[in-house]
């Protein structure tokens, strides 16, 4: 086996968490950090041999102040006031503030927990019945019981794939060695020192470990070594990119990001991003995602072959459907499916913990998590660097969750 070298911190995982952790880490710090992890494949998913991909080989993802559970806005928030930042400091712009819309019936779950959002966190937004989201969006279709909160500011999507390469790029500028390999086990030495052996047969030695694996992080065993099991519920995702005509492009230039909770049918419930170039072709695309009627479990030994693969044909139809029901124009012409992943933990927070003195683990996006993954991973950082907890919501929100019959050593 061949040594890679010694560092203080390993990061595992260049994803939305690691790379985010690895930015904030190395500006808190003067020690030596790597982010250890592959890079995304280039060419058809399909073709690639690699045992583990990511949720952020995408390029939209919808970003806002409010969210669904109490601690979301706060760290929406935080992020979102830091990408202004990022991008000067890497030269990569990720942020396009186009705004985001909230849709749903007025006496819905969805747009009353969103309402109470932007009372308690003070967001900017306007709520307009559906006569006014016509007249605002005139290509949208709305049942006149429905209202849509409208975030103007600090809303729209983030470009995820430059995301992570802004936040990696500054961790590189600021010292952090950056290795493209896969991790295939962790074992903790009687001194406590830590062994990563990656897949090509090189290993790393480090004092502490970040393990920022996403939804594969189940895949390889590597909490092994501490006889412990991840609660991670993953679920595979189904988006469906229509490539948009002239007319629509036209139309839908100032289209909004948007969440529409149908309240009739569950498998209605969506999300929509404006079209967006996802490929240097010069060719836009809307994309369009499901809720949680099509978020089906997914076992870890069958991950890569869903990600090989195009989605759910089922939730292809149905998404299909809405999106005729929302924007009935004849702005779409082809369309392709493509499939992801989502890590769900049992508080629907991210886990941001210690396991044992030297292993913090940072995963559990819970589907929503890109937009505000600069905060998390500055919350892992302080994590790593101190004893005790640092931060202004309590460690209880993060904790660690183990598969049932297991508690935290
Ligand atoms: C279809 C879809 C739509 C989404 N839409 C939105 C949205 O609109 N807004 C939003 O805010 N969020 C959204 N999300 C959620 C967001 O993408 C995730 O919350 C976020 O990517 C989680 O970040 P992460 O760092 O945990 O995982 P990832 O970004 O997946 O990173 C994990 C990294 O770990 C690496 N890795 C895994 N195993 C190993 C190993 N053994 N060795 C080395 N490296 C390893 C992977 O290669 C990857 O680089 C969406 C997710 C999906 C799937």
Redesign the pocket.
Known sequence: MISAGHFDIAI???????SACAYHLTKLCNKKVCL???NEPQGPRSDSKNS?????Y?T????CCSGTNPVSPRLNQRSINRYREIESESGISFFNPVGFIAIGTKDSEFIRVTEKCLDQFKIEAEILDSNQLTDKFPYLTIPSNYVGIYQPEKAG?ID?RRC?QAQIKVAQLQGCIRIA????SIVENKDGKLKISTETGRYITADKIVL??????K??D?MASWNRKLDLDVRR?T?VKLQVNAKGLQDLSTMPSLIYADATEPRHVC?I?PPIKYNDDGVYYLKI?HGLHYSKKIDPENLVQWYHGSGDPDAETSLKQILKKLIPHDYFTASKCDS????RTPHRSPMIDKVGNNVTIL???????????NEIGYIGALNVLHRKWHYDIPASVFQVCYEENESKL
């Open positions: 595992i995982g260049p994803g939305c968490f690691g250890i992890g592959p583990v991909f990511a949720s952020h995408d939209g993802r919808i970003t999507y995820i992570v390999e896969i991790v295939e920022a694996t996403g939804a594969f992080t895949c390889k590597l995702e988006t999300y991003l995602g992801c992943a989502i890590a995963v559990g996006g819970n589907g929503g998590s890109a937009k505000s993954c």
